[in-house]
């Protein structure tokens, strides 16, 4: 069968909706996939349409030649129940990147410890499948409270989003020990991904 090189080479177009908008997407042809947690171009409809929600890829600035998913629990702030909850650490020396007034002077600066990152929006394709794999309720979605997606936990039982001020900022689930993350702290559990990291975030 003869397939079209429109089918073979291009990618599905995905869409970052917030909630409040979904009518006016839906009424210009996008569609929900229930099981990625997204909205998505369908085949045929021009993406130009979507321009205000097409998922830009952001700049990168934060890397690392390996990375750790960590994991603990916290009670959900909308059933109440313990749900598992998700970040993502870097060991000591991984880069940021530092952007000064002349592009010419721009540099990568190494940390000292490991880190905990907070509000990623954007993370490379081989990241992103690992995490989809390990971990698919730590996903892109549209917090209220920034303004702003990033991947955030959501409840493995109500769906309810589990943000980072309440999952990172504040002590307890995630909260790092002086400048740098404890991974010694009771009831965290790390798996290490001995793969690159790439990615962005509002802050390490």
Sequence with gaps: MRRSLRGMFM???????????????????????????TWYVPDGIDPAAFGPWLVQSAIPNIR?????LVRSRRACWSCGVDSYVFAIVLPAGY???VAEDDPADDYWERGEEASLLRYIDDVAPSVAAQLQRLAPRYRVDYSQTTHSFYRMNHCEH??????????????????????????????????????PFTGSCAAA
């Design 11 to 37: 990618s599905r177009v995905d869409l970052r909706v917030p909630i409040y908008e979904k009518e006016a997407a839906k009424r210009l042809g996008a569609r929900w996939d229930p099981k990625q947690k």
């Design 64 to 68: 690392a030649p390996s990375w750790f």
């Design 95 to 97: 880069e940021t990147f």
């Design 158 to 195: 109500c769906e309810a989003k589990l943000g980072d001020f309440e999952t990172i900022e504040e002590p307890g689930t995630f909260h790092e020990a002086g400048a740098g993350f404890d991974p010694g702290m009771s009831g965290i559990e790390l798996q290490e991904i001995a793969e």
